[in-house]
């Protein structure tokens, strides 16, 4: 599986950008997908998990209630709305496939995409 996000970019405080994380290959329904995020020299933390199906999904504290993961399988796109972004959200965001369970360490993924910069400004 091959990864490829964008959608990152400056940002105003407050507002609501939405990542997309296109994969390649006929398997992209099978994968759990995931979203980490890492600032430069601290360690990439994970954000968000969605189940194969759509039906399930997991987040980190920090971001409940203000992002929401989601996935069309039919076009084998995941995707992450930001909303109510902070300056402390400013980091490199990845996209990722995991292929058994939904995981929220960084060793449970298996395929990864490039990262996106989102930068909020204040």
């Known amino acids: 599986v091959q990864l490829q996000a964008s959608g990152g970019g400056l940002v105003q405080a407050g507002g609501s950008p939405r990542l997309s994380c296109a994969a390649s290959g006929r398997t992209f329904s099978r994968y759990v997908m995931g979203w980490f995020r890492q600032v430069p020299g601290k360690e990439r933390e994970f954000v968000a998990a969605i189940s194969w199906s759509g039906g399930s999904s997991t987040y980190a504290d920090f971001v409940k209630g203000r992002f929401t993961i989601s996935r069309d399988n039919a076009k084998n796109t995941v995707y992450l709305q930001m909303n109510s972004l902070k300056p402390d959200d400013t980091a490199f965001y990845y996209c990722?496939?995991?292929?058994?369970?939904?995981?929220?360490?960084?060793?449970?993924?298996?395929?990864w995409g490039q990262g996106t910069l989102v930068t909020v400004s204040s």
């Open positions: 990722a496939a995991a292929p058994l369970r939904v995981g929220i360490q960084s060793s449970d993924y298996a395929y």
